[in-house]
Nanobody, 120 residues
């Protein structure tokens, strides 16, 4: 009924920037929260940043002041602007959304993941 498609990952040097995008598509009635998670090798998936339908945001302590989450409500798209990247930011980044779809009601959706590698 719906899907999330991410883009924007890649290889960047320490101190560099990347912008991730995640577009929701399908038979969507409404989107509640949209978030970015990440999972590094050998570690658990962790919340990076979240933004509600009202525009309220929340960040992991490790990315505060460096990452910015934003949302284009008209395009059902969420962005993650990542600045001052560090090697420890290297991970697969996943988009998440809690959505109400025409068939199935409210459900959680995940993107396929996009690799971010910070290395010199």
């Amino acid at each position: 009924q719906a899907q999330l498609v991410e883009s924007g990952g890649g290889l960047v040097q320490p101190g560099g920037s990347l912008r991730l995008s995640c577009a929701a598509s399908g038979r969507i009635l409404s989107i509640n929260i949209m978030s970015w998670y990440r999972q590094a090798p050998g570690k658990q998936r962790e919340l990076v940043a979240a933004i509600t339908s009202g525009g309220n945001t929340n960040y992991a302590d490790s990315v505060k002041g460096r990452f910015t989450i934003s949302r284009d409500f008209a395009k059902n798209t969420v962005y993650l602007q990542m600045n001052s990247l560090k090697p420890e930011d290297t991970a697969v980044y996943y988009c998440y959304a809690n959505m109400i779809v025409t068939i199935g009601g409210r459900r959680d959706y995940w993107g396929q993941g996009t690799q971010v590698t910070v290395s010199s």
